[in-house]
């Protein structure tokens, strides 16, 4: 079960602004949602390791070779507040 | 009153910016000085799509890193991401090591060192409102160049216990760094930061304080400072019977105030999870060969040569070693002796250049930034050690060698500087000297010694300071028959 | 002049051995399509070429400029790229994803973009920011998702082939509801760099096609290892991928996972399956059971991998250097607007599943169990594959539903996904094909085997696509199935 407060936690941290109605709508479903998910803990796990990657592959780095970077205009272009030569925000204080 | 007496404990974590060509996880150039948002690529601005790889060189590094201060590398390179979001974060997640560390273990200096991981510098905001600092900024602007510079987070137990030993830790962790290549370390420029974690608690007991956090000193100086202010702090709230909060502080060099930074105080939740974009990559035999490889002489081991080899005082030897710009000035001046590598040439001109040099230069001052050459220094300490010149006129050598560079030995000639001696030359002007003070005579006849300086005196005034004031001692005595 | 109407029945390989022949003008194909592409109503494109391309270059390439709709997950150079979301709305990127570059390099053209659930979240394309896709075969009905777009685009004859993306069953779902072949390759086989990512540990690109060979042919352009893909392995040496020619399956086995096939199948499909397998054995085939004893839990597991990586995934879009941005005084008000106003609701309850599942004392519970469900599964799969060559089921439980049929109801929606999900735990490859209709509608027979067994699932599903015989040409655009 995630109540009222859980959601709005769990938004906070991922940044979402909510609604009420949608703070209400998202404790139903994701309480439904997580009660099936948690039919998991029916599961012994205690000695399964973890699976991060299914297809082993070794030595992916790269060399530290340098590549073009992007035109100046190219990457400030889809910018929603250009300025400065750079990407503008709001201050972090209300 | 403090009645109580309290232990300090400070920990350290220690952000360095890795010597690579390019980013940790794009091939963008790490140049300096370029216009804001000129080295940035689909991966580093965190475009849809784009994925991260890493750099082979800065896990080389990392290794490096590793191996300077005995520590453990881990048998894996695995990945994690650390989530947050801040305009400076493009991803919303640092790229960074959770529960496997490239580096564990270790000890420099005698301070444990808890972990050394590798992850991503966040890019620059500039503030564009009022004040420069966060409080009461308008707006900012990102500048993404040096976002995702290679970045090893060192971080120390909580070993030391005052802010003068920090400063020492932090002066032979530099060095370490500096010769090891894998970093600018220079702390104006941001490619070498420290965090402290600093708590007290009443002597004698041990267990741990309540700790606040003094973030982003970018000088030593700060760094001690900081935590002596900050050490008064918690010992005044301790006294006065009150709490000491957890909170990350700002130390304000100007003021001396310490300020707390509430934007980041709000509890953190970083939600790591193994980044599923970069399988873990073995750290193979190979590697670790490769990194032990290319380790230099570190500044234990060549304060140790320097003690074996060349017999130096130990702390003639330490002030050497642990300054690797004046250790290595020093070895390029003995290579450069006349006379040879030897203790007998290593000494004299180890105590010229930590003492005479240093001091004429300031203490913090790289000599090879000065007009004095290493060959020029060995030549001058060559001409005193062999007595062509006095240490008094040698000194006269070493203030033109700073003002104006240039070869000792003609110095000495166009200044009229070369020492005044044997029997021939000084005879006479001792004889002239005893006989212009014949009270002085009489009583040095009689044994009595001390005015022997005067004598001395009169004779360096005669020669402009280029006689021997053994020699003159020796002809005295001899004149007087004592 | 060739008539326009049968210039698009061609398959995409007649079509190549017509240009190649010098029977069929690539530029008069691209038209063809490109003008049917335009004025379609199902809503199956957000973006389609304005104009025919110089395609002379291209006709001289293996694939010779034939047509190729890509959905709108994949970052195209300059060509609008938003991934189903009001968010990247108009968003244009400065580069290619590395599989849209292969394909153009291999001589297609980029005829347009595919609609798609947001962001790959869905499985009914009723996701879209942009507008449900209407299913081909009955215009109330969802092309299933979240790469309805492709699908639709392909079975409708606006495009002879396309690409999609599966992350939990994102082309091989509709695919069967549509009535093609889709193609889910072996992870790591294709690069996943340009697309825009939804579960990174999950998501790969493969083929929509009207049938096997054309899958075949479009997939053995797309492998390769990518270095800008730290995941991407390619496919093993010698292991190219052949167009499959074999009518007979003598000495196949054929394994039916009694763990998934029981409850929430609909009758009509269970029919299909069955005949599906009686026409298997009848070109030689064995059918026996197998076990995935684990395979139950993959929904559960799925449902907590993938909005956790999605959740960190998405997190790049914050109003800061691309995409759209809602005005606030303050940076968190803009963080948490911008992602109120322009992310769809589907994707924003995975965020808030996945930031949940991540968070400080739930990780051990959701995530870390859900991996551990993973190393089960994928077991499961390989113990299975020690006993038969390929594992059999229905695609989907259901033939396509009703617009607005599940859209209340989440978690019926993800049942969708029931038979596709295990496998993309398990990373290996597995195709769609129709195997006949159930109320006029299309069966997808799902076939799966080991990592990189492509050649062999092909060669299966050619020798069944001509025992099948299916008509894929939808039976009643634009109204009921008869
Ligand atoms: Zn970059």
Redesign the interface.
Same mark, same amino acid.
């Given at each position: 079960m995630i109540d009222r407060t859980q959601v709005l936690h769990v938004a906070r941290l991922a940044r979402l602004q909510l609604t009420d109605d949608e703070v209400e709508r998202m404790s139903t479903e994701l309480s439904s949602i997580l009660d099936h998910i948690e039919t998991i803990s029916e599961l012994d796990l205690s000695d399964v390791a973890p699976t991060a990657h299914v297809v082993a592959s070794e030595g992916a780095l790269r060399a530290d070779a340098p590549r073009a970077s992007l035109d100046h205009d190219v990457a400030l272009a889809q910018a929603p507040d250009p300025a400065d030569d750079g990407f503008r925000v709001p201050s972090p204080q209300a | 009153m403090s009645t109580t007496t309290y232990e300090t404990v400070i920990g350290l974590e220690i952000h360095v910016q890795l010597k /690579?060509? /390019?980013k940790m996880f $794009? %091939? $963008?150039?790490l140049t300096f000085g370029e216009?804001? +948002? /000129? @080295?940035? $690529? *689909?991966v580093c601005?965190?475009? *849809? !799509?784009?994925?991260?790889? !890493? +750099?082979?060189?800065?896990?080389h590094l990392g290794i490096m890193i590793g191996h300077a201060l005995g520590c453990e590398i881990a048998p894996r390179m695995k990945f994690d @991401?650390k989530?947050y979001?801040y305009?400076d974060s493009?991803? !919303? #997640?640092q790229i960074s090591q959770f529960d496997e560390p490239l580096c564990a273990g270790g000890e420099i200096g005698g301070v444990r060192i808890n972990r050394v991981h590798l992850e991503e510098d966040a890019a620059k905001t500039?503030h564009?409102?009022a004040s420069g600092r966060?409080? %009461?900024?308008?707006?900012?602007?990102?500048?993404?160049n040096r976002g995702g510079t290679p970045l090893a987070e060192i971080v120390t137990e909580p070993d030391i216990h005052s802010a003068e030993q920090a400063g020492e830790f932090l002066r032979l962790l530099r060095t370490t760094l500096r010769v090891l290549g894998v970093s600018d370390v220079n702390m104006e420029e941001g490619s070498l930061r420290c965090d402290a974690n600093i708590s007290i608690r009443p002597a004698g007991t041990t267990e741990l304080g309540t700790k606040t956090e003094l973030k982003n000193m970018n000088s030593f100086r700060y760094i001690e400072r900081g935590i002596r202010a900050e050490v008064a702090r918690q010992t005044a709230l301790l006294d006065a019977g009150e709490r000491i909060v957890q909170e990350t502080l700002h130390f304000d060099p100007r003021t001396e105030r310490l300020t707390s930074m509430r934007?980041k105080e709000e509890a953190q939740?970083y @939600? #790591?999870?193994?980044e599923?974009?970069?399988? *873990?990559?073995?750290v193979d035999a190979a590697m670790l060969d490769r990194a032990r490889a290319a380790m230099p002489e570190l500044p234990a081991a060549r304060q140790a040569r320097f003690e074996a080899d060349l017999s130096l005082h130990p702390d003639t030897a330490k002030l050497l070693a642990w300054r690797s710009e004046l250790g290595d000035w020093f070895e390029a001046a003995l290579a450069a002796s006349p006379d040879g590598v030897s203790p007998q040439t290593a000494g004299p001109l180890a105590n010229w250049t930590t003492n005479e040099l240093l001091t004429r230069l300031g203490g913090d001052v790289d000599p090879a930034t000065s007009k004095v050459t290493p060959a020029a220094m060995a030549q001058l300490v060559a001409l005193v050690t062999a007595r062509t010149v006095t240490a008094g006129a040698g000194k006269e050598v070493l203030d033109t060698l700073i003002a104006e560079g240039g070869d000792p030995a003609q110095i000495v000639e166009a200044k009229g500087l070369g020492a005044v001696g044997g029997e021939d030359t000084l005879a006479p002007i001792v004889a002239e000297a005893l006989a212009a003070n014949p009270d002085i005579a009489e009583r040095l006849r009689g044994g009595d010694m001390k005015p022997m300086g005067v004598i001395i005196g009169h004779v360096m005034k005669a020669t402009k300071g280029r006689a021997d004031g053994g020699e003159v001692t020796k002809l005295v005595r001899a004149q007087l028959g004592v | 002049m060739t008539n326009l109407t049968n210039l698009t029945d061609l398959t995409a390989k007649a079509a190549v051995d017509a240009i190649a022949a010098g029977d069929l003008d690539a530029a008069e194909l691209f038209t063809a399509y490109r003008e049917a592409a335009a004025a379609e109503d199902l809503n199956a494109y957000t973006w389609v070429a304005d104009q025919t391309p110089d395609l002379s270059a291209a006709a001289a390439l293996p694939l010779r400029g034939v047509p190729l709709a890509v959905k709108d997950l994949f970052c195209t150079q300059g060509v609008p790229s938003q991934a189903g979301s009001k968010i990247l709305e108009g968003y244009r990127p400065p580069y290619d994803a590395t599989v849209v570059a292969q394909l153009a390099a291999a001589g297609t053209s980029l005829l347009g973009k595919t609609n798609q659930d947001e962001f790959a979240m869905g499985s009914s394309n009723e996701n879209s920011a942009y507008g449900p896709v209407k299913n081909p075969w009955d215009h109330t009905r969802v092309p299933g998702g979240s790469s309805g777009g492709s699908a639709a685009a392909v079975a409708a004859g606006l495009a002879p082939w396309a690409l999609g993306t599966d992350t939990g069953g994102s082309i091989r779902q509709p695919a069967a509801l549509c009535g093609i072949v889709g193609l889910k390759p072996t992870y790591g086989s294709v690069s996943r760099y340009g697309m825009i990512a939804f579960a990174s540990s999950l998501d790969q690109a493969g083929p929509f096609a009207r049938d096997v060979t054309d899958a075949a042919l479009l997939y053995s352009h797309m492998h390769g290892r990518d270095p800008r893909d730290a995941t991407s392995v390619g496919r093993p040496d010698a292991d190219a991928i052949a167009l499959p020619t074999g009518e007979r399956l003598d000495g196949l086995r054929l394994g039916v996972p009694d763990d998934l096939t029981g409850e929430g199948v609909e009758p009509g499909v269970w029919t299909a399956f069955e005949a599906a397998l009686e026409t298997a054995k009848g070109l030689g085939a064995t059918v026996e059971r197998v076990a995935l004893p684990h395979a139950g839990y993959g929904l559960n597991a799925y449902y907590v991998i993938a909005p956790a990586e999605a959740s960190s995934n998405l997190a790049r879009f914050d109003g800061v250097r691309y995409g759209a941005r809602a005005e606030a005084d303050d940076l968190i008000t803009m963080y948490t607007k911008t992602r109120h106003d322009y992310m769809g609701t589907e994707v924003k309850r995975r965020i808030l599943i996945g930031t949940y599942a991540l968070s400080s004392g739930f990780y051990d519970a959701y995530y870390a169990s859900a991996q551990k469900v993973r190393t089960l599964i994928a077991r499961d799969f390989t113990t299975a594959f020690a006993g038969v060559d390929l594992i059999v089921t229905p695609t989907s439980p259901g033939v396509a539903f009703p617009l607005g049929a599940k859209t209340e109801d989440p978690l019926s929606m993800y049942l969708n996904d029931i038979f596709t999900i295990p496998i993309s735990l398990a990373g290996i490859p597995a195709l769609s094909l129709p195997c006949g209709l159930s109320e006029g509608l299309p069966v997808g027979l799902q076939l799966a085997g080991p990592a990189f067994s492509e050649n062999r699932i092909l060669e299966a599903a050619y020798a069944l696509e001509q025992a099948f015989a299916f008509d894929n040409t939808p039976s009643a655009i634009g109204g009921a199935p008869s």
């Open positions: - | /690579t060509a /390019t $794009c %091939g $963008c150039e216009p804001p +948002n /000129t @080295r940035v $690529c *689909p601005l965190a475009l *849809p !799509g784009a994925l991260p790889v !890493g +750099n082979a060189e800065a896990i @991401r989530q979001f305009p493009p991803k !919303g #997640y500039i564009a409102g966060i409080h %009461g900024s308008e707006a900012s602007v990102v500048d993404f934007s939740d @939600r #790591y999870f193994p599923p974009d970069l399988v *873990p990559v073995p | -």
